[in-house]
């Protein structure tokens, strides 16, 4: 018998990091999935592509970028829209983002949630 394609959910998140809980809500669905044997994709999109920088260091609240990490080590994929990390200053020249997180056009988006069974929208 034929094992059927795993199923993909893909989690498109619009807000930034510490300012509401849709990043760890983000995190704990995709954790989740991922245990449950899911392909998982993040799409960072608007003040969301706040979330996998490199180097910050919040004094009061968990760094959810070292959640992010943990998600790319289990096998999520991880993307910023183009135009609005570079509208946020995180340009690809710099390479702003923890290892993994690829900057990419919302046509990958458009792709995404093409193949997918599942989409989450986490945001305004």
Known sequence: MEESPPKMLTILLTEGPYRSQYADMAYEIAKSALN????????????????????????????????????????????????CSTARGHSCAQDPYIKGVEIKTVYELAAWIGKSDQVINLGG
Do not use: W
């Open 36 to 83: 449950n044997n899911y392909r998982v994709n993040l799409f960072l999109y608007m003040d969301a592509t706040h979330i996998p920088k490199k180097e910050q260091n919040p004094n009061s609240f968990p760094n959810v970028a070292h959640k992010f990490r943990i998600l790319l080590e289990k096998g999520a994929n991880i993307k910023a829209c183009v135009r």
